[in-house]
C-alpha cells in the first residue's frame, strides 16, 4: 500500500520497492514502476498499485480417487506479477488517491484463478489414481501435473502472473480411512516389536538357564570338595584317635612296668625294713633277756608314760605317797 500525504491540495505518494505504481493524469501515463514517489492532483490523478515481489499462496481442497475415496490436496504456489501494465489492465488495481488502500481485492482474484487452475489438475490425476498409489506416489504426480497445468494456462500469461513454483505438502485421506490404513503397518510393527520382546525374553532364558547350570555346578563341585573335606577330617580324626590309643597304651605299659618297679622296690623296702626291725627286735630281747625285773618294771613304766596322753597336773594323796615310798625305800632282794 502506498503512503499518501495531503499538502495545500497536493498529495505525494511514495510507493515500495516491491510495488509497482501507474499514474494516469488525464488519460496520459506520467509516471511507471517500482518504487517511485512524486506529487499529484487528486482530481485529475488515476494510480495503480501493483506488486512486483514472490507471493505464496496456500491451498487445501478435496478431491476424490478412483476407488472412491476422499482426499485432502494441501499445497502451496508461489507466483508473482512480471508483467504490471497488463495485470493493472486486466485487473483492477487502483488506489484511492487520498488513503491508498485498492479499491477492489485484486489479489483475491487472482488466489481464485490460481486456485480453482491448480485444483482442476489436481482433481484429473486423483480421480484416475487408486487411493493407495496416491498416498505413495500422489505428492509428486499432483505436483509435476500442477506445474505443468499452471505453465500451459493461457490466462495466466494473459494476466501478467508467472509461476514461480509448486508444492504439495500432504496428500491426507479421511481420518476414519487413515486410521484403517494405519493399522496393518501397526500391527506388523506390533508383531516386529513382540518377536524382538519374545527373542530378548528367549535370551534372557537363556543366560538364566546358563546362569542356574553354573550355579549348580558351583554347588555340586562345592558338595563334593565339601565331601572330601568331611571324608578328610573322618580319616584325621580316625588316625588321630589311633595316634592317641597308641600313645595311651605306650603311657600305661609305662605306667604299669613303672608301678610293678615301685611295687618291687617298696616290697624290697619293706622286707629290708622287717628285717632290721626284727633284728633290732631280736637285739633288743637280747638286751633285755639278763635284765631284773624292778628294771623292766621300771622300763614298761617308763614306755608306758610315753605312750600315756598328757597330764596337766597330778593329786597324789596321802595314803599312796606312803606306799610308794615305802617300796621304794625296801631292799631290792625283799619280798613282801
Given amino acids: 500500500m502506498a503512503d499518501i500525504n495531503r499538502r495545500f491540495g497536493w498529495r505525494h505518494a511514495r510507493s515500495a520497492p516491491t510495488a509497482h505504481i501507474r499514474h494516469h493524469k488525464r488519460g496520459r501515463l506520467v509516471h511507471d514502476g517500482p518504487g517511485l514517489s512524486f506529487w499529484f492532483r487528486p482530481l485529475s490523478a488515476a494510480l495503480s498499485e501493483v506488486p512486483v515481489d514472490d507471493r505464496e499462496l496456500a491451498m487445501a481442497f478435496h478431491a476424490r480417487t478412483s476407488d472412491f475415496q476422499d482426499v485432502t490436496v494441501q499445497a502451496t504456489v508461489t507466483y508473482r506479477i512480471s508483467d504490471p501494465a497488463v495485470a493493472a489492465a486486466r485487473l483492477d488495481f487502483s488506489i484511492d488517491p487520498d488513503s491508498g488502500v485498492w479499491r477492489g481485492a485484486p489479489l483475491e482474484q487472482l488466489s481464485t484463478l490460481l486456485t480453482e487452475t491448480a485444483q482442476q489438475h489436481a482433481l484429473d490425476v486423483l480421480a484416475r489414481t487408486p487411493l493407495a498409489a496416491a498416498l505413495v506416489d500422489g505428492v509428486a504426480s499432483v505436483r509435476e501435473r500442477i506445474s505443468a497445468g499452471l505453465a500451459a494456462e493461457p490466462r495466466l500469461p494473459a494476466t501478467g502472473i508467472e509461476v514461480v513454483a509448486v508444492r504439495v505438502v500432504a496428500i491426507r485421506p479421511e481420518p476414519e480411512v487413515e486410521r484403517a ?156
Fill in 181 to 336: 490404513l494405519r493399522t496393518p503397518a501397526r500391527e506388523q510393527i506390533q508383531q516386529e516389536a513382540d518377536r524382538a520382546t519374545y527373542e530378548r525374553r528367549a535370551v534372557a532364558v537363556e543366560r538364566e538357564r546358563t546362569i542356574a547350570e553354573n550355579e549348580l555346578a558351583s554347588k555340586v563341585e562345592l558338595a563334593r570338595r565339601e565331601e572330601q573335606l568331611v571324608e578328610q577330617r573322618g580319616t584325621n580324626a580316625r588316625r588321630e584317635a589311633e595316634e592317641n590309643a597308641a600313645a595311651d597304651g605306650v603311657r600305661a605299659e609305662a605306667e604299669a612296668a613303672r608301678t610293678v618297679r615301685l611295687a618291687r622296690a617298696e616290697a624290697e623296702a619293706a622286707r629290708t625294713t622287717g628285717e632290721a626291725r626284727a633284728q633290732a627286735q631280736a637285739a633288743w630281747l637280747r638286751v633285755h633277756a639278763d635284765v631284773d625285773t624292778a628294771t623292766l618294771h621300771a622300763l614298761t613304766a617308763t614306755r608306758l608314760a610315753e605312750n600315756l596322753p598328757r597330764i596337766d597336773s597330778l593329786t597324789l594323796s596321802p595314803d599312796v605317797l606312803t606306799g610308794l615310798l615305802a617300796k621304794l625305800a625296801r631292799p631290792a632282794g625283799e619280798e613282801r
